[in-house]
């Protein structure tokens, strides 16, 4: 079963769209972070959400936590070509939580 | 700013062989991690360790060996490559005391084929 369900795994829009990507589970969680991927690079982290019902804004994007802390959302304002890319949520898992495990991602094109 | 530094970031194996992909972070990180990426698998967690002399597994050790002997680095070994191991295997740090609300520095990647 995996921790972590993303979706949709693809999504590829026109510049200037609104979009929203999801991060479902059905466990619980303390904090939930979102990463960007670009291609032929390793992933950047954007933001982590850690109570529930917390939103969170860097320009364009919008992150919510749910308040049930099971899953969390990221909606992107007029896409633009820049934000091309493998957006993935991570939470802590395992022993002490100092694992991190992904979701496999949604793979995002914006087209001009 | 060096950050995350992998090496060597492109090989190409023959099945049988061996390898050893070398990681260094400049950060004073205490932990770090092995990551491989497939196609429609996402992220998957090799071995970690949470500091110099400790390793432990993560979702898909076998077939994968670590070694931590120094802070800075942190080295995966492939003893038998097999073609099941071809991927991009990304490194990863993080610094102590924020556990997984940290943030991951992430290397660029190393894209191994093995035939």
């Known amino acids: 079963t995996q921790l972590l369900e993303q979706s949709p795994q693809f999504l590829s829009i026109q510049e200037g769209e609104n979009l929203t990507v999801y991060c479902n589970s059905s466990?619980?969680?303390?904090?939930l972070q979102w990463y960007r991927q670009e291609p032929g690079e390793g992933p950047v982290l954007l933001v982590t959400?850690?109570?529930?019902?917390e939103v969170k804004k860097l320009k364009r994007l919008t992150f919510q936590f749910g308040d049930a802390r099971k899953d969390s959302s990221l909606h992107i304002t007029a896409a633009q070509p820049g934000d091309t890319g493998l957006y993935l949520c991570a939470v802590g898992s395992g022993a002490g939580s100092y694992q991190l495990t992904f979701g496999k991602g949604t793979k995002l094109s914006v087209i001009p | 700013n060096a950050g995350v530094t992998q090496t060597p970031k492109f090989r190409v194996l023959k099945t049988g062989q061996s390898m050893t992909l070398l990681c260094a972070q400049d950060?004073?990180?205490?932990?770090m991690y092995w990551y491989r990426q497939d196609p429609g698998m996402g992220l998957r967690l090799i071995h970690y360790?949470?500091?110099?002399?400790?390793?432990a597994k993560g979702e898909v050790p076998d077939g994968y060996n670590v070694s931590r002997l120094k802070k800075q680095n942190f080295l995966l070994g492939l003893e038998s490559a097999a073609p099941s191991q071809t991927s991009v295997y990304f490194c990863?740090?993080?610094?102590?005391?924020?556990?997984?609300?940290?943030?991951?520095?992430f290397g660029e990647g190393s894209r191994l084929t093995v035939l």
């Open positions: 959400v850690v109570t529930g019902g």
């Open positions: 360790s949470v500091g110099e002399g400790t390793t």
């Open positions: 990863a740090s993080k610094e102590i005391g924020t556990t997984y609300t940290g943030e991951l520095f």
């Open positions: 466990s619980v969680f303390s904090s």
């Open positions: 950060m004073n990180h205490e932990y």
